[in-house]
Each structure stands twice: as C-alpha cells, then as structure tokens.
C-alpha cells in the first residue's frame, strides 16, 4: 500500500505539470478524484489489508487525497485567471478587428441607379433570368428569322427557353400586367455566350428604362438620361445620342457620357474622343405595343439600355470585368 500511494502521487504530480486548459484538467480530476478514480480505487482496497495497519493506511489515504484535492484547486484557480500556458492573457497584444462585411460594388451601383430613377418617378421591376424565346426576343419584334437575333450571342436551354440575353423582356412582362402610364427601370443580370477578357463576361448585369404615356417623346428621353448621367458622374457630364438600330426601338439610339475621367477633353481610357459608350434607346417600337395589347395610336414611349458592370467601371476606375466576379477580398474590401 505505501508504494501505491507514492506512485498515485507522484503520477499525479507528473500528469499535473503539463496541464494547460480547462478540459485537460477536468480529465485530470475525473482520473484521480472521481468515482471510479484512482484515489477512490485505493479506498477500496482497504478493505483487503489487516485490520491492525487499516488506520495507519486510511490516513494515509485521506492525506494522499487532501493533497491531490488541494493541487487540483490550484491549478484550477490559475487556469481559470488565465496563467495557463496557451490561455495567458497579454493585455498588450492589439484586439482582433471583427470582420465586417459590406455590399458588392455592383449592389452599391445598382442600388445608386435605383435611388437616382426613383427620384425621378420610376417603380423598380423584376423579371426572370431564365426567359422563353417570346419574351426575349418575339415580343420584342424579333420573330425567328430576324437577323437582329444574331446580334446577341444567347445561351439556349431549349430551343424555346433562354438565358435572357438583355432585360428588355421585363419591358413586355410589365405592359402585360399594367396599364399605362408606366415609368420602370428593371436591374438584373443577362447571360451571353462570350469569352471572359478584360470587357467581356459570359454574365453581366443591365438596367432597363421603359417610359410609356400619352404624350411620350425623345425629348424626355434625352432629360431622363441626361439628368441620369449628372446624378452619378457629376453636373459637368454632358450626354449625347448617335442613331443606331434595335428592333423593339424606332427610332432608335446610342448614347454616349462624356469621359468621366477626362471630363471630355480627351485621354488613354477614352481613346481621346472625349466620350464613353453608355447603351442604348429609342422609341418603343409600334409592333412592341402590339404585342402587349396597348394601342400605337394612342401610346408612345421610350426605352433604354444601361450596363450597370459598365457604369461601375467608370465610377470607380476599374478596368477588368472579371474583378466584379472573382470575389477576391483584397478587391471587394476596397469599396
Ligand atoms: N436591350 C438592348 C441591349 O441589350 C439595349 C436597349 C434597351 C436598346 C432598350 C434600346 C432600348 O443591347
């Protein structure tokens, strides 16, 4: 019996010194002092010993647990101040910053081109990225064969059902379901069989405008956007219009910005003509109109395009479309 209980506190002793963390340490306890621990295993081999050396030994005993009991205490009052080994607490050390997350450039932009149209009278639309070919294209005055179809490089799911390749289809999706007047834009991303590069992205995200009254004309047209193009870049952006086709507009247009990084004298990003292509708008062509049931006799109304990606780019200097998707912290934490 003596050798036991050197052994028991001598291996004690050994186990303690090496304890760091709480959990380690209630192992500890549960070895020695628990219930079916070492301690209370030599209880009861008392009952085997003579009778005249049972005193000797069970004092011995309850002096072997008294110290294991008052060993563990202390080891748990400093783990529990923090003087454990790996949980000592250096006040000194800098505190960890939490990480905060913030919105994807993109949403900032696209929610700044929300907020500057609803200022302007405009309701936000949605629409669904996976389209049938009527809403793409159909009702949008390319039937079939039109070649203008070929002018977006679609990602087919069927033959009838469609990648949206821009988000005019939300244009036919509303006059369907509202009367006019009808002032929208519809944010949201399209879907075009492109190779990735530095300006092109097989996705991309666009804005619609769709404008549809009594008394429509290009005029708004040219208010809206240019009070647009002074909200995000600035009073000093001027906007101008070059004729150009698409089949769900007529007449139809492409808008430039004055150079947001020149400020339209002339640079590298510009290419020194002063301008940026923007997208593109026109007049709501008469067969669109059909095609949703309202009268052209009585209705007129303009549409435009916007890149969102692309408005991005310009607003904060960004010169590869492939940063907004590769969700990279080092670039998504600058904005
Ligand atoms: N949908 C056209 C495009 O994606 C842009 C556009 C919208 C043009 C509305 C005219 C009117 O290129």
């Given at each position: 019996?003596?050798?036991?209980?050197?052994?028991?506190?001598?291996?004690?002793?050994?186990?303690?010194?090496?304890?760091?963390?709480?959990?380690?340490?209630?192992?500890?306890?549960?070895?020695?002092?628990?219930?079916?621990?070492?301690?209370?295993?030599?209880?009861?081999?008392?009952?085997?010993?003579?009778?005249?050396?049972?005193?000797?030994?069970?004092?011995?005993?309850?002096?072997?647990?008294?110290?294991?009991?008052?060993?563990?205490?202390?080891?748990?009052?400093?783990?529990?101040?923090?003087?454990?080994?790996?949980?000592?607490?250096?006040?000194?050390?800098?505190?960890?910053?939490?990480?905060?997350?913030?919105?994807?450039?993109?949403?900032?932009?696209?929610?700044?081109?929300?907020?500057?149209?609803?200022?302007?009278?405009?309701?936000?639309?949605?629409?669904?990225?996976?389209?049938?070919?009527?809403?793409?294209?159909?009702?949008?005055?390319?039937?079939?064969?039109?070649?203008?179809?070929?002018?977006?490089?679609?990602?087919?799911?069927t033959e009838d059902i469609v990648l949206r390749t821009h988000t005019s289809p939300v244009q036919i999706r509303v006059m369907q379901n509202k009367k006019p007047p009808i002032r929208m834009i519809a944010p949201g991303r399209v879907y075009r069989r492109d190779t990735p590069d530095a300006s092109h992205s097989p996705f991309f995200h666009q804005a619609e405008g769709l404008v549809v009254g009594e008394d429509v004309t290009f005029a708004d047209l040219k208010g809206v956007i240019e009070s647009f193009a002074c909200q995000m870049f600035g009073e000093d952006i001027n906007v101008r219009f070059r004729p150009s086709f698409f089949p769900f507009t007529e007449p139809s247009a492409e808008y430039d910005f004055s150079c947001v990084f020149c400020r339209g004298k002339g640079c590298r990003v510009c290419k020194n003509t002063g301008w940026m292509e923007i997208s593109g708008a026109g007049m709501v062509h008469p067969n669109v109109f059909k095609a949703v049931g309202y009268d052209p006799e009585k209705y007129t109304g303009y549409a435009f395009g916007m890149g969102i990606d692309r408005i991005a780019m310009l607003k904060y200097g960004i010169n590869d479309i492939r940063l907004f998707f590769e969700n990279d912290l080092r670039f998504l934490n600058q904005f």
């Open positions: 019996m003596p050798e036991q209980i050197d052994q028991i506190k001598r291996d004690f002793e050994a186990e303690a010194k090496d304890i760091r963390t709480a959990d380690a340490l209630e192992d500890l306890r549960i070895k020695y002092l628990g219930r079916k621990g070492h301690i209370s295993n030599a209880f009861s081999l008392l009952a085997e010993i003579p009778k005249e050396e049972k005193p000797k030994f069970g004092q011995e005993l309850n002096k072997l647990k008294k110290a294991v009991e008052s060993q563990y205490n202390t080891l748990y009052e400093s783990l529990k101040k923090g003087k454990g080994k790996d949980e000592y607490l250096d006040l000194t050390l800098p505190g960890r910053k939490p990480f905060i997350g913030r919105k994807h450039p993109l949403n900032q932009v696209s929610d700044e081109i929300k907020s500057i149209f609803k200022s302007l009278g405009f309701t936000i639309e949605d629409g669904p990225e996976i389209e049938t070919d009527f809403y793409n294209f159909e009702a949008l005055n390319m039937p079939k064969s039109h070649p203008a179809r070929d002018m977006q490089d679609t990602l087919y799911i």
